[in-house]
């Protein structure tokens, strides 16, 4: 579905992505790991097309169509990926939801923003989707600005999955959680993206979070992937040195 070859991408004199290779098969989950400032969100943010990388290609492959580079795609092209069958789940919900409409509003504008014209319809399917992310529906009239962080989460899940999309970028989507808000939260993450088949490119810090979402890992130190290979593999019998020194800072926490 999605391969990026020899992506470089540096921020001034600092290289946050050097000669990275990825690969993403429909229906998987991917998880990136690695430390603060290992260039796992700046990836993220390349293979989405949300930054363009000063070396390499990332090629999109549509359902039964041909592949596509995603940074020469025209931006209209671009943006109606991201409305349909693209997501991104941010680690701050607040960055991806209008705090001044309603719950059920902004569930409704990526309907819109589809081509979903019948109000009926649409507030019936907001409706629906909060109650799929645990949302009392009595609700849907209510501002973000009165929900708690678990619910700003959960509320954004809904708004990114409602289209149904095919490919699903998350960055730290449990990050800045309590314990067992994270725990809910994962739980309902691997429950609709198990049922809905999406592919997912996910971002975390955390490797428990890996081991519970993701088939298969990608290890990045210093802008380069160091390791990758299937999740359970990788973190039970680490070959590189980070990796181990990852595996091993956290059983000894």
């Given at each position: 579905m999605l391969s990026a070859r020899g992506l470089g991408f540096r921020f001034g004199s600092?290289?946050?992505?050097?000669a990275v290779d990825v690969d993403l098969w429909p229906?998987?989950?991917?998880?990136v790991v690695g430390e603060s400032g290992s260039g796992k969100t700046t990836l993220l943010h390349v293979l989405a097309g949300r930054l363009r990388p000063d070396a390499g290609q990332v090629w999109y492959r549509e359902p039964d169509g041909p592949r596509t580079e995603v940074h020469a795609m025209p931006l209209p092209l671009l943006r109606r990926l991201h409305r349909s069958d693209?997501?991104?789940?941010?680690?701050?919900?607040?960055?991806?939801?209008?705090?001044d409409v309603s719950a059920g509003g902004?569930?409704?504008?990526?309907l819109m923003a589809a081509g979903a014209r019948h109000y009926g319809r649409i507030r019936a399917e907001a409706a629906r989707w909060l109650a799929e992310v645990e949302i009392d529906v009595a609700r849907i009239d209510d501002r973000p600005t009165t929900f708690s962080g678990g619910m700003l989460q959960r509320l954004q899940i809904a708004r990114t999955l409602v289209t149904e999309p095919r490919l699903v970028f998350m960055d730290e989507p449990t990050g800045g959680l309590d314990v067992s808000v994270q725990a809910r939260l994962l739980d309902l993450i691997r429950t609709l993206v198990r049922r809905l088949g999406i592919a997912v490119v996910l971002v975390t810090h955390d490797l428990a979070?890996?081991?519970l979402l993701a088939?298969?890992?990608?290890?990045m130190q210093r802008?380069?992937?160091v390791e990758d290979g299937l999740t359970d593999q990788v973190l039970d019998?680490?070959?590189?040195p980070y990796t181990q020194l990852l595996v091993s800072s956290v059983l000894a926490t």
């Open positions: 600092i290289t946050a992505l050097e229906g998987e989950v991917l998880a693209w997501g991104f789940v941010e680690q701050d919900p607040r960055q991806a939801l209008r705090m902004n569930v409704g504008e990526r979070v890996a081991r088939a298969r890992i990608v290890v802008g380069r992937v019998d680490p070959r590189h």
